[in-house]
């Protein structure tokens, strides 16, 4: 496993090493005495069996002693994982959103990214936020994880106490692409975390529709260079006419401003031929018709 | 003339394929549950063979994300509602618990028909994925919404499928009650019941219980998909976390459906081996019942990470500890069972030994996963693949083996290779455990399970594990291959009780008459392992 660097770790390991160490114990043991009596008891070197039916005093003995192992396997596990529950009221909020296949975090000030930089030595907590299906924000580094569930606001918090980058895998299926959805976590000094803000919340010239279409984590399944991924790619579409799958039935469409608008207000309504229907979420609520614009707009450009 | 059917055994009596699938005869129920059960589990395998090739190295090795994702849940499906639920209980239970009873058939044999043909309908659907429709679903075994909802994947019929499967279990399980209840021999009570029979019915219960509750769950995701009813997809007001409780709340228990039987087995095994009475007789057949009832409260440790209150992941971590206390009750009664035995170290105790290793491997990464703080590291990793894996194929799959090399002889009335039975499990054995240990290290090192391909820091567990499964593969192989060669070419007549079993199945003969006994069965004078005062039995 590899070495923590967050708070958590030393409780989360410690429960680890004396479960493992209890069970191990007793795995060796146990099979030990197994092998010993099959080799003593071999009917060569004992042709007769002594009926034995059991023992009151041992099957108690066997019964306790368990019993007690378990509680404490049961209470260093509920210590390790008691502080995980507990926000500190001086953590720095930044919300986690999932969807098919990209990790994306909003810090306080609005900056929106696809991978996390922290300060050390600050308890950060994370509300997490899903925009399709389940996914889970999983670090191992820090051992912490917790489910993105649609509908339901979870959370999660960490304080990172070593300097490095660290894996962020997605732990629960979320379809086709879940082996790839994976972040990063940077864990710098203070100092460096606020030059970093900085850099990333400057306004950049980026076209107000690419900008979107980025934080919205289009280009996830489509691309702009005309490479087919799960959904068809942006270039040259627009005024273009391809055949839909509307109910069932085909029918040909061109693409205009309308048809654009409508996919991405109700992505199952028309299914370009060839494509997975239910792949991609209504995004009416997170996109409004000024942004739709902008996106419009900036497609055209793509020729 | 009277006599003449008495001397033709179960195999001989009538001939031809519509005997076969239309006999209401217990024992040859059993082996059209063996022969289907093992042909899917074959199917299976190839699938998990499949996997493990695609994950050798990083990157695409053989096929396509959304291909090795209907790969795994389709794996999942065979081996979990096509295999496993079924295994032991539909196959050496239908076959021999009304021996061990001292009876001629089960309570309703016709029932008993109805629900192999149930299975075999229920897993055409399932199988009819693979060529009708939109392809098999890619959502894992579990179906959790809302993806099962969204996927166009064929999940419907899947879904239906495991629908049906559940009925087939619930008249199994109803019939075994009744059976246990109505059809012991004179002079057997309840106390006076092989364990086996224990396990079956405490499994049984289990079965009629739990089983709708899935039933009806999956339905659920039929109507959602179809109707959109809101049930389970928040972006219509449902809510997931719903779903996972109504799911788990039957496959936690199901998880007993699985392993129970396979304790009977082990209860079985031991005895005749060491030529002893079991240890703790009383111990080993109320902690079946603890497990089984237990078994209900702890659904909650599969969702330590989705979300639930402190409190509640608390409550489910005690009590998932509480359910070890009565299994490691059992695994210390069979060791005791080898003590000052005399013992007869044979194919079938290889895996009974094996069945009790890998099974404690399973038990405590369970007491790992049990616990709150690394249940939330591990989550979802390999760890858990590993853990299962270790519990029904290392446990149950082994037990199922053992069965299967115990009751071969009087099931046929032949005799296999020995030693090659010894070497095809030496093989097995390390097969298993290179293919599955890893996964544990791959778990513990952060890789998600249900992954089409990785980070290159778990390269190295990945390969061992892809080595592991061709030394499995090949065990498996050469332990049927002896088996099928037995059956066709072995002239060795094993007699009535090869291994000095005192169960009444080894007082008939082998194979045995179509109504299971030719004389009266005796049973031994304290209880069913009464070594002391074994009935003579003469050929
Ligand atoms: C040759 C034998 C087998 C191999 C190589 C194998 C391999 C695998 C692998 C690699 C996975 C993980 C898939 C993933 O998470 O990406 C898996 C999943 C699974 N296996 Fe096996 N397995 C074998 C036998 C069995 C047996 C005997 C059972 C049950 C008795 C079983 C039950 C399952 C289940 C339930 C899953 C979970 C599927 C899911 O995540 O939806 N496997 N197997
Ligand atoms: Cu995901
Ligand atoms: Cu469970």
């Known amino acids: 496993m590899r070495t923590g660097a967050s708070t958590f770790a030393e409780g989360v390991d410690l429960s680890l090493y004396i479960i493992s160490g209890i069970s191990i114990f007793f795995l060796v043991g146990i099979t030990a005495v197994m092998i010993y009596f099959v080799f003593r008891y071999n009917k060569k070197r004992n042709p007769t069996a002594s009926h034995i039916e059991g023992n009151n005093t041992i099957e108690v003995i066997w019964t306790v002693v368990p019993t007690m192992l378990v509680m404490v396997m049961f209470y260093y596990g509920w210590m390790g994982f008691k502080p995980m529950r507990n926000v500190p009221d001086n953590a720095m909020v930044i919300k986690a959103y999932g969807q098919m296949w990209k990790f994306s975090f909003e810090y306080p000030n609005g900056t929106i990214t696809d991978t996390m930089v922290v300060p050390i030595n600050q308890p950060v907590k994370l509300e997490l936020i899903s925009r399709d299906v389940l996914h889970s924000f999983f670090v191992p580094a820090f051992r912490i994880k917790e489910d993105l569930v649609p509908g339901k606001n979870n959370y999660m918090w960490f304080e990172a106490n070593r300097e490095g980058r660290y894996d962020v895998l997605c732990a629960e299926y979320c379809g086709q692409l879940h082996s790839y959805m994976l972040s990063s976590i940077t864990v710098v000094p203070e100092v460096r975390y606020n030059e970093w803000l900085a850099v990333v919340s400057a306004k950049s010239d980026e076209h107000p529709g690419l900008a979107i279409m980025k934080k919205n984590a289009c280009f996830t399944c489509h691309s702009q260079d005309g490479s087919k991924l799960i959904g068809p790619s942006f270039k040259g579409i627009y005024g273009k006419k391809e055949i839909v799958v509307t109910d069932g039935v085909e029918r040909e469409i061109t693409i205009d401003d309308a048809y654009i608008s409508r996919s991405i207000k109700e992505p199952n309504a028309d299914v370009v031929q060839g494509y997975m229907k239910g792949l991609m979420i209504p995004y009416g609520a997170v996109i409004n018709d000024e942004q739709i614009a902008d996106i419009v707009d900036y497609i055209k450009t793509l020729e | 003339m009277a006599t003449l059917s008495t001397d033709l055994n179960y195999l001989q009596a009538k001939k031809g394929l519509f005997s076969w699938i239309f006999s209401v005869d217990h024992k040859r129920i059993g082996l059209l549950y063996l022969y289907s059960l093992m042909t899917f589990f074959l199917v299976g395998v190839t699938l998990g063979i499949l996997m493990r090739l695609e994950l050798l190295n990083p990157g695409k090795d053989l096929v396509e994300a959304k291909t090795y994702n209907q790969i795994f849940t389709l794996h999942g499906v065979i081996m979990i509602f096509l295999f496993i639920i079924p295994s032991i209980p539909a196959v050496f239970g239908n076959f021999f618990l009304p021996i061990m009873l001292g009876t001629d058939d089960v309570s309703f044999p016709r029932l008993n028909l109805l629900s192999w043909w149930i299975y075999i309908i229920g897993a055409i659907m399932a199988l009819s994925t693979l060529l009708f429709g939109d392809g098999p679903a890619d959502t894992g075994w579990t179906f959790y919404a809302p993806y099962s909802v969204k996927t166009g994947t064929n999940v419907t019929m899947s879904v239906l499928a495991a629908f049906v499967l559940g009925f087939s279990s619930i008249l199994t399980g109803l019939n075994f009650i009744v059976t246990i209840h109505r059809l012991k021999t004179p002079g057997m009570t309840f106390l006076k019941m092989p364990l086996f029979a224990w396990a079956l019915y405490a499994t049984s219960w289990i079965q009629l219980l739990a089983t709708p509750i899935i039933g009806i769950t999956l339905m659920m995701i039929v109507a959602e998909r179809f109707f959109g009813v809101g049930l389970f997809d928040p972006s219509i007001g449902g809510d997931p976390i719903l779903y996972q409780h109504l799911f788990w709340i039957y496959s936690h228990p199901a998880v007993y459906i699985m392993a129970l039987p396979?304790?009977?087995?082990?209860?079985?095994?031991?005895?005749?081996?060491?030529?002893?009475?079991?240890?703790?007789?009383?111990?080993?057949?109320?902690?079946?019942?603890?497990?089984?009832?237990?078994?209900?409260?702890?659904?909650?440790?599969?969702?330590?990470?989705?979300?639930?209150?402190?409190?509640?992941?608390?409550?489910?971590?005690?009590?998932?500890?509480?359910?070890?206390?009565?299994?490691?009750?059992?695994?210390?009664?069979?060791?005791?069972?080898?003590?000052?035995?005399?013992?007869?170290?044979?194919?079938?105790?290889?895996?009974?030994?094996?069945?009790?290793?890998?099974?404690?491997?399973?038990?405590?990464?369970?007491?790992v996963l049990g616990a709150l703080a690394t249940d939330i590291h591990l989550h979802d990793t390999y760890f858990v693949v590993g853990h299962f894996h270790y519990v029904m194929f290392g446990g149950t799959g082994f037990a199922f083996f053992g069965a299967l090399h115990y009751w071969f002889p009087k099931m046929w009335g032949k005799m296999y290779n020995a030693t090659v039975a010894n070497i095809a499990f030496v093989i097995l054995f390390i097969g298993f455990n290179t293919l599955y240990f890893p996964m544990l290290i791959a778990g513990l090192m952060g890789m998600p399970r249900r992954y089409y391909d990785y980070l290159p820091e778990f390269h190295l567990p990945n390969m061992i594990s892809t080595f592991g499964s061709w030394i499995l593969a090949t065990g498996l192989l050469l332990m049927l291959g002896n088996l099928i060669y037995a059956y066709f070419n072995s002239k060795t007549k094993p007699g009535r009780n090869p291994w000095g079993g005192i169960t009444l199945e080894w007082q008939t003969q082998s194979p045995p008459p179509v109504q299971n006994f030719d004389r009266m069965p005796v049973l031994p004078k304290d209880g069913p392992y009464d070594f002391e005062h074994k009935p003579t039995i003469k050929e």
């Open chain 2, 262 to 367: 396979a304790f009977g087995i082990i209860s079985e095994l031991l005895p005749t081996f060491s030529q002893r009475t079991i240890f703790g007789y009383k111990a080993i057949a109320f902690s079946s019942l603890a497990i089984a009832f237990v078994g209900y409260f702890i659904w909650g440790h599969h969702m330590f990470t989705s979300g639930m209150s402190g409190t509640g992941r608390f409550i489910f971590s005690i009590l998932t500890f509480l359910v070890a206390i009565p299994t490691a009750i059992k695994v210390f009664n069979w060791v005791a069972t080898l003590y000052k035995g005399s013992i007869n170290v044979q194919t079938p105790l290889l895996y009974a030994l094996a069945f009790i290793f890998q099974f404690m491997i399973g038990g405590f990464t369970g007491l």
